[in-house]
Every structure is written in structure tokens, then in C-alpha cells.
């Protein structure tokens, strides 16, 4: 008859408290973000540095929120206590707490309308595709040589940005695609005007830096490299056209670096998360596009002073150099003596190199020995007073010392120590130990404090 073996069960993973909150949130990301809540504002704070923390609350339950100051900037109210709203943005754990916590991205007044329901949906699925990553925007060049522009030939944030360009950098030519910014049509229109900007910037992406000048004279060819997307502010559905998902997805192939100057600073669309740079406003984004001329010229005529003091140098250290090597070939006899000196100082060192130093490392080991002997002897008597110090210190705790003093030990008769009246009851037996002794005792009375 065979033997049955127990069966022994693997012992449970032991966690870390960091690892084991890490893993919480990063089950809480998978399984529910993006994830969009409504309840009731409680406890309200925004903090000095612009982020504002609250909890969201209902008749059954309540969940932390912290929302940052990006994400506050664009609120288009102000937030009250016990405020109804819907939010948008993820679960996690907030690890230094071990709490769950959602970080807000949107907030609207419960009951909004169904615009802002399409604005937050269409961008967590952008973002969830990797568009608006910090990795695939495109740096802005140093040297501009030519300025696209995407707007209506009718709004005013084009005179904006004209004013912008003339007065900061009037050298760079400008190439404007009209586009309608408002209206049914205005997505469309809006993505043709970029596609065509797109294809000038292509046939002119070999072109050579020297001959932009005469690249302006052929048409279609003038150089494109950056681009200005810009419209005045208004309201959401103002705005709407400039989020359009066929559009954002034209803005992310752009070849060239794009520059968004949408509204107001606390205008948001979902184009701004996918340009390469946001500005608050169109005439931001015409001085945030090119280096001023005047800047320009400076580092122009800085350059050339640094250009000129070094080639008065060079010609001057060479001057030196040639004076020295006439001296020298006028004297060659001097210079065999120099050598001949040279020489025999090398000679007489070699001689008697190998003793100086056998004699410096018998100093250096005498000296380490000396210093080594001092620290063994300041390490022995440091470590016997500690010694000493932790002897007092253990023959202070000794409870016997305790029970000198007055105090007793109680215990049950199974030998448990009591320390509280809670855990005795009348007619109990107990033992009392003295400092000398044990004494038997039964509880009569209890009295709590």
C-alpha cells in the first residue's frame, strides 16, 4: 500500500509596501482609465502652487481627488463646496499614503452638454495612442527662413500676427494659407491650408540655406519652417472645429516644427496637445516662432568681435614664434650649449633618481605606520567607553530596579502578566511580585478609570 504525502503549500509572496502599492495602481490603470466620475465638491483647497485637492462625494461613498495646475488653468468656473460635477482622469495610488487618489484632467459643471463629453473622450484616445508624447515633438529651428500661417484672412489674430512679425522679425518672408476657423466647413478648410503648406515646406526641404534669398522669386519654392496655427478666442463651440480628430491627425505629420496661438491663455483644444509648441495667444506665437532681428545682429557683431580678436592673436603668437626661431637659427652655438647643459642635468638626476626615491618610500611607510598604530589605539578606547556606556544603560533597564521602587508585578495564575484593571475581575486570583517576593491576592473590588 503506497504512502500518501502530505502536500505542503507554497508560502504567500511576501511584498514590499512601495511594490505592492505600485502594482495596486497599476492594476487600477488597466482596469479603469481613463475613467470619468460625477458626485458633489467636498473639502475644496487650492494651494499656493496652483494645484487643488478635493474629495468627491455622494450618498455612498467618497474618493480623494488632486487636480494640477495645468489641468486647473483651463477650468472655465470657479469650483465650490458641495458643487454637483463630472470629472475626467485616471486611478491611482498616491504611494507615499498608500491612497487611492484620481488625478483630475477636466472638470465641468454636471450637466454641461455633450461637447465637452466628445472634447474628453477624443483626447484620452489620442493620448492613449501616443500623440501627444513629449518624444515626438519637434524642437524649433535656430534660423527661420520662412513662417507659414493657418488662419482666416478676415480675423483679427491675423493682423496680430503680421504686426508681430513685421516689427520683431521683417527679414522672413511669409507665406499665408487661408483657412475659415468657425463653421462646418472649418476643419476641412483648415486641414487643406496645412496640407499645402506641408507640400511647399517639402519641395523646399533641399534647399540650401544661401540660396533662400533666391528661392523667394520661384513660385511655391520659398523655404517653410515653422508653422503658426492661430485664431482669436470665443467660446467651446467657437472653438470646436480646431477639435476635429481628422485635423489633429493632419497637424501630427507635419514635417515642420507647429506652433498653435488658439484663443485665450485659458483656451484649450485638442489640437494644442499635439502641435509641437502652445502659445496663449496668436501674437505669442508669432514671437515665439523666430529670433528678432535685433537679437540677431547682436550675436552677429559679437561673433565677429571674438572672429577678429582671435586672428589678431593667432597673427601674433605666430610673429612670436617666427622672431624665436630667427634668434635661434642665428646662434646655433648657443643652442648646442643649451642642449649640452640639458643633458648632463638629465644625466645627473637619472643618477641618482633611484635612491631619492627609495628613500621617500621608507619615509611615507614609517608615516603610515605612525598613523595606523594612532587610530588602532583611538578605535580600542573609543569602543571600551562605548562598552562601558551601553553596561549603564543595560543595568538601568533591569526590571529588579524597577520593583525597588515600589512597584509590583501582577500576574494570573496561568503566570500572563496584567497590565490593565480591564482584563481582571472580582473574586480573580492573582500574584503580586515584590522586589523580596511573591504575594497571593484576590481581586474584591474593581474600580475604571
Same mark, same amino acid.
Given at each position: ?51 487643488? !485637492? ?26 465650490? &463646496? ?18 487611492? $487618489?484620481?488625478?483630475? &484632467? ?44 493657418? @488662419? ?35 476643419? *476641412? ?5 496645412? $496640407? ?20 523667394? *522669386?520661384?513660385?511655391g519654392a520659398m523655404p517653410i519652417d515653422v508653422i503658426l496655427l492661430v485664431r482669436g478666442g470665443g467660446a467651446m463651440e467657437d472653438l470646436w472645429s480646431f477639435n476635429d480628430e481628422a485635423l489633429v491627425r493632419v497637424l501630427a505629420q ?11 491663455? *485659458?483656451?484649450? *483644444? ?31 557683431? !559679437? ?48 643618477? !641618482? ?5 627609495? $628613500? ?19 578605535? @580600542? ?69
Amino acid at each position: 500500500m503506497s504512502e500518501v504525502l502530505p502536500v505542503r503549500r507554497a508560502a504567500p509572496q511576501v511584498w514590499s509596501v512601495g511594490a505592492l502599492c505600485h502594482a495596486i495602481a497599476d492594476a487600477l490603470d488597466a482596469r479603469f482609465n481613463p475613467v470619468r466620475v460625477a458626485g458633489e465638491i467636498s473639502s475644496f483647497v487650492r494651494a499656493a502652487s496652483g494645484h487643488c !485637492y478635493f474629495s468627491l462625494k455622494d450618498s455612498s461613498g467618497q474618493l480623494r481627488c488632486a487636480m494640477f495646475k495645468r489641468a486647473a488653468s483651463g477650468l472655465a468656473f470657479v469650483p465650490r &463646496e458641495g458643487q454637483r460635477v463630472e470629472v475626467s482622469g485616471r486611478l491611482g495610488v498616491y504611494e507615499p499614503r498608500g491612497e487611492l $487618489q484620481l488625478v483630475v &484632467e477636466a472638470m465641468v459643471e454636471a450637466g454641461e452638454g455633450n461637447l465637452y463629453e466628445q472634447f474628453v473622450l477624443l483626447k484620452a484616445r489620442l493620448q492613449a495612442e501616443g500623440l501627444f508624447e513629449p518624444e515626438r515633438k519637434k524642437p524649433l529651428p535656430t534660423l527661420v527662413r520662412g513662417i507659414g500661417v493657418v @488662419t482666416s484672412l478676415g480675423a483679427a489674430a491675423l493682423h496680430d500676427v503680421v504686426s508681430a512679425l513685421q516689427r520683431r522679425v521683417p527679414h522672413i518672408p511669409v507665406l499665408i494659407a487661408p483657412a475659415s476657423v468657425q463653421g462646418a466647413n472649418a476643419a *476641412t478648410e483648415l486641414a487643406q491650408a496645412l $496640407q499645402a503648406l506641408y507640400a511647399v515646406a517639402a519641395r523646399s526641404a533641399e534647399l540650401d540655406p544661401g540660396t533662400a534669398a533666391s528661392a523667394r *522669386t520661384a513660385k511655391g519654392a520659398m523655404p517653410i519652417d515653422v508653422i503658426l496655427l492661430v485664431r482669436g478666442g470665443g467660446a467651446m463651440e467657437d472653438l470646436w472645429s480646431f477639435n476635429d480628430e481628422a485635423l489633429v491627425r493632419v497637424l501630427a505629420q507635419s514635417p515642420v516644427p507647429v506652433i498653435s496661438g488658439i484663443g485665450h491663455e *485659458t483656451d484649450f *483644444t485638442i489640437a494644442d496637445f499635439v502641435v509641437d509648441l502652445r502659445a496663449p495667444t496668436p501674437t505669442a506665437a508669432a514671437e515665439l516662432c523666430a529670433t528678432p532681428l535685433e537679437q540677431l545682429q547682436d550675436a552677429a557683431g !559679437y561673433l565677429q568681435s571674438r572672429l577678429q580678436t582671435a586672428v589678431l592673436r593667432k597673427l601674433d603668437r605666430q610673429s612670436q614664434r617666427l622672431d624665436q626661431a630667427a634668434s635661434r637659427a642665428g646662434r646655433p652655438a648657443a643652442l648646442v650649449s643649451r642642449l649640452q647643459l640639458r643633458l648632463a642635468s638629465v644625466g645627473q638626476r637619472m643618477a !641618482y633618481a633611484p635612491g631619492q626615491q627609495l $628613500q621617500a618610500q621608507q619615509m611615507r611607510l614609517l608615516a603610515s605606520e605612525a598613523v595606523l598604530r594612532n587610530v588602532a589605539h583611538q578605535s @580600542t578606547a573609543h569602543q571600551r567607553s562605548r562598552l562601558a556606556q551601553l553596561g549603564v544603560r543595560l543595568g538601568a533597564l533591569d526590571p529588579q530596579l524597577v520593583l525597588k521602587r515600589g512597584y509590583a508585578w501582577l500576574q494570573d495564575e496561568a503566570g500572563q502578566p496584567l497590565t490593565g484593571a480591564a482584563q481582571m475581575h472580582t473574586g480573580q486570583r492573582v500574584q503580586a511580585r515584590l522586589s523580596d517576593g511573591t504575594v497571593d491576592m484576590q481581586i474584591q473590588a474593581l474600580r475604571l478609570s
